[in-house]
């Protein structure tokens, strides 16, 4: 809940995270736990989360997912992907630069267990 700060995408999306997580990423050696303590290494909190999942990954988790873990293997600097969340915050929604597609093929060829074609549902509650 802290991490959320009460926005009701952000909590929808941790809880979705923690579910999800280690279906998306076998690899994690933390489970569902590595995306969410990537997002507070990161800094990222309440409506950054769902600026992230909703505007930057195009309602995906498992490209949200993808796209810290990118992070976590040097495959996408700190700075390009705070730098996405800054211009989604500034109305530049969608326009952030992030190569989705490019980061989840080299994501997946370091992780081969990797899963970006996990369907999720749409909330916490089913």
């Known amino acids: 809940m802290k991490m959320s700060k009460g926005v009701p995408g952000a909590i929808v999306v941790l809880g979705n995270l923690l579910r999800d997580g280690a279906t998306i990423d076998p690899d994690s050696g933390l489970g569902p736990l590595g995306p969410i303590l990537s997002?507070?290494?990161l800094g990222?909190?309440?409506?950054?989360?769902?600026?992230l999942y909703k505007d930057i990954c195009g309602e995906?988790?498992?490209a949200?997912?993808?796209?810290?873990r990118a992070h976590q293997l040097g495959i996408l600097p700190t700075r390009?992907?705070?730098g996405a969340l800054r211009a989604g915050n500034n109305g530049r929604r969608r326009a952030t630069g992030l190569d989705i597609a490019g980061l989840?093929?080299?994501?997946c060829e370091?992780?081969?267990s990797f899963r970006?074609?996990?369907p999720v549902a749409a909330d916490v509650t089913d």
């Open 116 to 118: 970006l074609d996990v």
């Open 80 to 82: 390009e992907l705070l």
């Open 44 to 51: 990222v909190y309440g409506s950054n989360v769902w600026l």
């Open 104 to 107: 989840g093929k080299q994501v």
């Open 60 to 62: 995906n988790l498992s």
């Open 64 to 68: 949200m997912v993808m796209v810290l």
């Open 110 to 112: 370091r992780l081969p």
């Open 39 to 41: 997002l507070d290494t």
